[in-house]
């Protein structure tokens, strides 16, 4: 069964940076066929796809035009993990972040609530 | 980028009853990457129906999708007392993938 765990800090300073973790059991981050995503979801913005990272014969990203200035997406095959780095964020990039796994998004971690405050 | 709508907003029902949610696109959703979700509070989504209308694995088959192009439709056969929550509809077509803002199920 693929679990994804999140990891990071709660609160976040403005203009600083954003970064999470999410280390997954029960698969590989390096595995040809999957795919693996960032989500955030807060009342003003609703569930927004942020960007993924996936293997093809090599790492491949692709992000959302509303954050594509500010956000890198990770893999780290050592530690089987892929992470999240948001810079420049506002009190606008408080919300819960999700990982998930593939197209349609069948494994979820179990979300951060993370806080732009000073 | 492909905006989704979907309507109702609040549908209130019943256990027992029957629940048609909908969900329509700005521009056709080619190949029909359209995944429902249900979401409960301090939860994180669960996918339910991806490909428009194939359950995800272990999903009873009370729910159901179907439609193509532009307007889908999420189906609820008979309400469950744990089938009140909020459903999100999701385009996995074209980059970025967008979500619904979501229908919410509740207790008539």
């Known amino acids: 069964q693929v679990q994804l765990q999140q990891s990071g800090p709660g609160l976040v300073k403005p203009s600083q940076t954003l970064s999470l973790t999410c280390a997954i059991s029960?698969?590989?981050?390096?595995?040809?066929?999957?795919?693996w995503n960032w989500i955030r979801q807060s009342p003003s913005r609703g569930l927004e796809w942020l960007g993924r990272?996936?293997?093809?014969?090599?790492?491949?990203?692709d992000y959302a035009v509303s954050v594509k200035s500010r956000i890198t997406i990770n893999p780290d095959t050592s530690k089987n993990q892929f992470s999240l780095h948001l810079n420049s964020v506002t009190p606008e990039d408080t919300a819960v972040y999700y990982c998930?796994?593939?197209?349609?998004?069948?494994?979820w971690g179990q979300g951060t609530v993370v806080t732009v405050s000073s | 980028e492909i905006v989704l709508t979907q309507s109702p907003g609040t549908l209130s029902l019943s256990p027992g009853e029957r629940a048609t949610l909908s969900c329509t696109a700005s521009q056709s959703v080619s190949s029909n990457p359209l995944a429902w979700y249900q979401q409960k509070p301090g939860q994180a989504p669960r996918l339910l129906i991806y490909?428009?209308?194939s359950r995800a694995t272990g999903i009873p088959d009370r729910f159901s999708g179907s439609g193509s192009g532009t307007d889908f439709t999420l189906t609820i056969s008979r309400l469950e007392p744990e089938d009140f929550a909020v459903y999100y509809c999701?385009?996995?077509?074209?980059?970025?993938?967008?979500f619904g803002p979501g229908t919410k199920v509740d207790i008539k």
């Open positions: 490909g428009a209308s």
């Open positions: 990272t996936y293997y093809r014969s090599k790492w491949y990203n």
């Open positions: 029960g698969d590989s981050v390096s595995r040809n066929t999957a795919v």
């Open positions: 999701q385009q996995y077509g074209s980059s970025p993938f967008t």
């Open positions: 998930a796994r593939g197209y349609a998004f069948e494994f």
